[in-house]
Structure formats: structure tokens, C-alpha cells
């Protein structure tokens, strides 16, 4: 596995999840949920440029029996501009169950729903990239549905 930091990101309306992998590329950790808006881009782009992110993971939230909706389309969407403005290659990776299993960690660790609404998203996020590390170091091939014209190095 190539060591290096990378970036996941979980699109919702009101908050975008982020999360980082640690500089061997094996465990991931949340960071600060980013508010949904006009700006949000821009923070992502900082991040990615501040940690040289050598990959960028957007979770693409299908249905359960695979199909896509509104939100994989606003996924998507917000996949290819951010693939517009960063070096890193930007993949988009299944995460049907990361909220539901971001939700249950949580809960184990005592937290209520009420308590996790800020943390959801970045917890999310987690469950992501720590999904794509895991791949990447089983298969050594990186996992996900690349994005724009840039590929891994």
C-alpha cells in the first residue's frame, strides 16, 4: 500500500462529512464537518491542498438494491467539480451502509442521535475511507469509481 494521506467525503444538505487517513494510509480518523454551501468546495480543496492528499474518496449513496437517487446525483455532482479543482484523483466509492454503521458506533459509544447530528457526517466519512483502505490494502489496487481525467500515480 502507498503510504500517504487520503480524504473522504460524505456530500449531505446540511453538512459535509470529512475524514483523513493517518500518513501510512491505514487507519481513518474524522475531521471537522464541514457546513453545506456555497463554500464548502473551497474548504475541501484547502484540505486536500493542506494534507497533499494523494486520493479523494466521495461516498456515492445508493439504494439498498443498488439503484440511484437524488443524493448519489448530488454525489456525483459534487464529485466532478471538486475533481475540476484539485491535483489528487477523486473516486467515488459505494457507502449504502456508512450512516447506518456511523449511527451504531456511535450509539455503542454512548452517544444519543440527538448528540451525533454534528458528528454524523465526518463519522460517515470515516467509514468510508477506512472501507477504501481496507480494499486498497487487501487487493492493492485502489478502490472506487474514478472521477474526471486523473488517475492514481
Known amino acids: 500500500m502507498r503510504s500517504g494521506v487520503r480524504l473522504a467525503v460524505d456530500v449531505g444538505s446540511v453538512r459535509i462529512g470529512l475524514a483523513r487517513s493517518d500518513a ?3 487507519l481513518a480518523v474524522p475531521m471537522d464537518a464541514v457546513r453545506a454551501g456555497d463554500s464548502a468546495i473551497d474548504e475541501i480543496v484547502d484540505a486536500a491542498r493542506e494534507w497533499e492528499a494523494l486520493e479523494i474518496y466521495v461516498g456515492l449513496p445508493r439504494h439498498l438494491d443498488g439503484r440511484e437517487g437524488q443524493a448519489a446525483a448530488l454525489a456525483r455532482s459534487w464529485a ?3 475533481a475540476e479543482r ?3 484523483p477523486v473516486r467515488l ?3 449504502r451502509l456508512s450512516t447506518v454503521q456511523a449511527q451504531r458506533a456511535l450509539r ?3 452517544r444519543t442521535t440527538r448528540q451525533s447530528r454534528s458528528v454524523i457526517d ?3 466519512a470515516v467509514m468510508v475511507l477506512q472501507s477504501a483502505l481496507d480494499a486498497e490494502s487487501g487487493t492493492g489496487r485502489v478502490p472506487g469509481e474514478r472521477v474526471g481525467g486523473k488517475e492514481s500515480p
Open 122 to 124: 465526518s463519522a460517515s
Open 80 to 82: 466532478e467539480d471538486l
Open 108 to 110: 455503542e459509544a454512548g
Open 93 to 95: 466509492l459505494d457507502e
Open 24 to 26: 501510512s494510509g491505514m
Open 86 to 88: 484539485v491535483e489528487a
